[in-house]
């Protein structure tokens, strides 16, 4: 699977839907920008779509979902778990194979933080935690990637990077960002959610920043 097809998606908090029913094709080679104000439905939304398409996806929530008393090899390992026998798990969790070090290397590597490879994942910055998760991601390699917010603790040329990363290493792809700019350019679909709806559905070339503002 490269694209999914999800309609009645829906959610509700307290009684209150704050999205759907709503509908979203995605097919291969989509990267879509998810926009909208605070509170419209975007991380809601990046969770109703990883409910479904589950495996088939690599995860960066907003949250990062790491494991702060363990190492970031470790945490980026992690994005390989269910691909492995329990036992070599654990045998990864003392002594870690020579192929997996040198892979998750790599990625921390072009993540400019190799030398953080064995550094307890609670000591690390707010923006290397955030590219620990995106390693993780990475290291998934999973054919969708379902990202939410996933520069917001990055400096700009960091944050240039990281998407420039993720859009090479991931043909189809849902990204929930603020940053109109970057959504435009790294992005070739731009979703707009409002009130839980879509209200906007465009390829990114043929929208200006102020169409998206509009949004807000
Ligand atoms: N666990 C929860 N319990 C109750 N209400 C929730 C919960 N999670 C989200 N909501 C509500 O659902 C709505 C959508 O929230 P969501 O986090 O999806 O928005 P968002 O567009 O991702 O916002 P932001 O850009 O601030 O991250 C909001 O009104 C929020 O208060």
Redesign the pocket.
């Known amino acids: 699977m490269a694209g999914f097809d999800l309609s009645g998606l829906t959610?509700s908090?307290?009684g209150e839907r704050?999205?759907g029913p709503l509908t979203l094709n995605v097919k291969e080679g989509d990267q879509v920008a998810l926009v909208?104000?605070?509170?419209?439905?975007?991380?809601?939304?990046i969770r109703l779509i990883h409910q479904r398409v589950d495996r088939e996806s690599s995860l960066v929530p907003?949250d990062l979902g790491l494991v702060n008393a363990l190492p970031v090899f470790h945490n980026v390992f992690m994005g390989q778990l269910d691909k492995h026998a329990t036992w070599y798990n654990t045998v990864t969790l003392v002594r870690p194979f020579k192929q997996d070090r040198k892979q998750v290397l790599e990625l921390l590597d072009a993540l400019r933080m190799s030398e953080k490879l064995w550094i307890p994942t609670a000591s690390l910055s707010g923006g290397q935690r955030q590219r620990v998760a995106i390693a993780r991601a990475l290291y998934r390699n999973a054919p969708v990637l379902l990202a939410?917010?996933p520069i917001s603790a990055l400096d700009g040329p960091m944050a240039h990077l990281v998407m420039q990363l993720l859009t090479d290493r991931f043909n189809t792809s849902v990204i929930?960002m603020?940053d109109v700019n970057m959504a435009m350019k790294y992005c070739n679909r731009i979703v707009g959610?409002q009130d839980?709806q879509v209200a906007l559905d465009e390829p990114a070339d043929q929208l200006v920043a102020s169409d998206i503002m509009s949004l807000y």
């Open positions: 959610a908090f307290g704050v999205i909208g104000k605070s509170g419209a439905g975007k991380s809601t939304l907003q939410d917010e929930a603020h959610i839980g």
